[in-house]
T-cell receptor, first 115, second 112 residues
């Protein structure tokens, strides 16, 4: 009965590869998000996605692209992986667009390590 | 964008002690959440508390929105309370990508 689930939990790959992380929520929420937690444990929003509207944090490189096949899924695709992409990536969801008046629910994270 | 500051950055306590963690934010918010990141890296949602006071067992939280701060109280600490505690806010004016803005966290260590 996991609310927000991410796969895989761990991903180890080499620099230059392309990889995807999947996220699914069974809460019926309208909005999904991707966050990045760096090596200093700082968490920062990357994307939010609501009803085909994508809002991108301006600091995110265009090698990162979210893809949503339906409302319950928001996958993160990363091209040409770099060493600096090593981090923990968290998926989240909330009932409404934006961080307004409703709590966000987080997945368990995907630890990405670039060799 | 909105700024979030947490204090103290680090806290070491003996089992059984009480603690207060603080979160200051720079603008009006309509979402404030406290999270506990456990040693396995999971983000556990403790409270959704944009204003007012809530209690859940040994934990309680208070947000004074007009003064732009929130407090998380942990009583009778246990070793399982160890980890990083994050405060995250959503601003009324909207943040980047409409997401939560996180503080840098308080790293809590409870010694037996």
């Amino acid at each position: 009965d996991t609310a927000v689930s991410q796969t895989p939990k761990y991903l180890v790959t080499q620099m230059g590869n392309d990889k995807s992380i999947k996220c699914e929520q069974n809460l019926g929420h309208d909005t999904m998000y991707w966050y990045k937690q760096d090596s200093k444990k700082f968490l920062k929003i990357m994307f939010s996605y609501n009803n085909k509207e994508l809002i991108i944090n301006e600091t995110v490189p265009n090698r990162f692209s979210p893809k949503s096949p339906d409302k319950a899924h928001l996958n993160l695709h990363i091209n040409s992986l770099e060493l600096g992409d090593s981090a923990v990536y968290f998926c989240a969801s909330s009932p409404q667009k934006g961080a307004t008046h409703q709590p966000q629910h987080f997945g368990d994270g995907t630890r990405l390590s670039i060799l | 964008g909105i700024q979030v500051e947490q204090s103290p950055p680090d806290l070491i306590l003996q089992e059984g002690a009480n603690s207060t963690l603080r979160c200051n934010f720079s603008d009006s918010v309509n979402n404030l959440q406290w999270f506990h990141q456990n040693p396995w890296g999971q983000l556990i949602n403790l409270f959704y508390i944009p204003s007012g006071t809530k209690q859940n067992g040994r934990l309680s939280a208070t947000t004074v929105a007009t003064e732009r701060y929130s407090l998380l109280y942990i009583s009778s600490s246990q070793t399982t309370d160890s980890g990083v505690y994050f405060c995250a806010v959503g601003g009324i004016s909207g943040g980047g990508a409409d997401g939560l803005t996180f503080g840098k966290g308080t790293h809590l260590i409870i010694q037996p």
